[in-house]
C-alpha cells in the first residue's frame, strides 16, 4: 500500500531554514508529481509546492523565493527546503502524492519562533 512518512519539522527561530524529507513506498514515485501541503491552526490546509514527474516546480506566492521543491526519484523522496522562515510558516506540514485516489502522509510539525 501507499506510504509517505514525513520528517525534518522542528523549531527554528525566525530567519533559519530547515529541510523536510518525505519517503514514499507502496507505488512507482517517478510516475508521480508530488507536492507539500501545510494547514495551520484554525486555518484550512493549503497547498505549499509542487512536483511534476518532469521535474517542474510551483509555489504558493507566500513562499515564492524562500521554499524549494526538489525530488530524488533514486531515493523515491521528496524535500522542502525552507528558507528565511517567517512566523507565519508555521503550522503541519504534509506531502502528498497525486495517485488517484490521492495519498498523504501523517504530517510533520514546523514551529518558526523566538
Known amino acids: 500500500q501507499v506510504q509517505l512518512v514525513e520528517s525534518g519539522g522542528g523549531l527554528v527561530q525566525p530567519g533559519g531554514s530547515l529541510r523536510l524529507s518525505c519517503a514514499a513506498s507502496g507505488f512507482t514515485f517517478n510516475n508521480y508529481a508530488m507536492s507539500w501541503y501545510r494547514q495551520a491552526p484554525g486555518k484550512e490546509r493549503e497547498l505549499v509546492a509542487s512536483i511534476s514527474s518532469g521535474r517542474s516546480t510551483g509555489y504558493a506566492d507566500p513562499v515564492k523565493g524562500r521554499f524549494t521543491i526538489s525530488r530524488d526519484n533514486a531515493k523515491n523522496t521528496v524535500y522542502l527546503q525552507m528558507n528565511s522562515l517567517k512566523p507565519e510558516d508555521t503550522a503541519v506540514y504534509y506531502c502528498?502524492?497525486?495517485?488517484?485516489?490521492?495519498?498523504w502522509g501523517q504530517g510533520t510539525q514546523v514551529t518558526v519562533s523566538s
Open positions: 502528498s502524492a497525486w495517485t488517484n485516489p490521492r495519498s
